[in-house]
């Protein structure tokens, strides 16, 4: 049985790679003419897809990171950031946008508030994912909906983290691992049981 410690194995980690301004120890968002201040505020690579690639990587596991990004001075330094944790980022894709950041609020009670705008930058198509069928052990998709998750045939394992999309699956995925939370796993249940 082939298993992911056995030797250093190749992923590829389709999904979204974002600029995380991460805002931490607030209890709410202030009022309007009101400043406050954070425990921290920091810009750091996010996106499910990119920790994944980054935790693949402290691992000592080889892995490529499939995405779009928009153009800008912040989002180079935010892949300078990932090519020095490891990540390869060859088949990231600069699109013709501007790379608009996603706004973190990790507030004191460990609950989550996350801002971003709405269709920044194009998505991946079943297409783009396909020209790599057959080049990595593992592939991973990461918050992007289930139709654009395929099994390679030619790899050991196939995994996905729905993330927000999890509502959208209805049929039945052809996945090795599926990532969930309590709150998406309820959700998938409640789908399950709507079916």
């Known amino acids: 049985m082939w298993r992911l410690s056995d030797y250093r194995s190749i992923h590829l ?33 996010g996106g499910a897809a990119t920790n994944y690639s980054v935790a693949i990587s402290r691992f000592g596991h080889s892995v490529k990171l499939l995405s779009k990004v928009g153009i800008g001075p912040t989002m180079k330094g935010i892949m300078t950031s990932l090519a020095e944790l490891g990540v390869g980022l060859e088949y990231v894709q600069e699109e013709q946008y501007v790379q608009s950041p996603t706004l973190i609020f990790l507030r004191n009670d460990g609950s989550i508030s996350i801002v971003r705008k709405k269709n920044s930058v194009p998505p991946i198509t079943r297409e783009e994912v396909n020209r790599f069928a057959g080049l990595f052990d593992v592939v991973h998709f990461a918050s992007l909906p289930p139709q654009l998750v395929l099994r390679d045939p030619y790899a050991k394992v196939t995994s996905y983290d729905p993330g927000p999309t999890v509502r959208e699956i209805v049929d039945p995925l052809e996945v090795d691992v599926l990532f969930v939370n309590n709150t998406e796993a309820e959700k998938l249940d409640m789908e399950k049981s709507e079916n």
């Open 13 to 45: 980690a389709v999904g979204k790679l974002n600029v995380d301004v991460i805002v931490k120890g607030l209890d709410q968002i202030p009022p309007p003419d009101t400043p406050v201040y954070a425990e921290d505020v920091e810009i750091v690579p």
